[in-house]
């Protein structure tokens, strides 16, 4: 069983990897297969997307990311979901307007049918980083 999990938290690891390297390249395509149809991705500031809205910001360029670094602090698999801890930091531009995150966030992904989709987010600014 330890076996089983170990390799489910590599595959999370490389899926979490692409999926940040899939908004940084601005491949909206990408990380969009990633993700699932019921996606919800909630900002640092509270607010939130479904998985259209997000991807509809990133293809117009109303997010933009230009630098990610990212750290899985911990991935936990319960049944079929994973929850990652993973501390952000990232330079962006939000509707015209330079920005610099520091956030420890969760990203929660589920395995249906054999394959890990990418269904919920949430980010919380570190106030002390």
Known sequence: MADS??????????LEDQRYDAVLAGDVDSFEGLCHPELVYTHSRGNTDSLKDYT???RSGVVRYHRIDHQSETITIVGNTALVIVR???DLTVNGTPMTMKNSALAVWVNEEGSWKFVAYQATPLLHA
């Open 56 to 58: 509809d910001k990133l």
């Open 5 to 14: 999990s170990s390799n489910a938290k590599a595959v999370i690891q490389r």
């Open 88 to 90: 952000m930091n990232a």
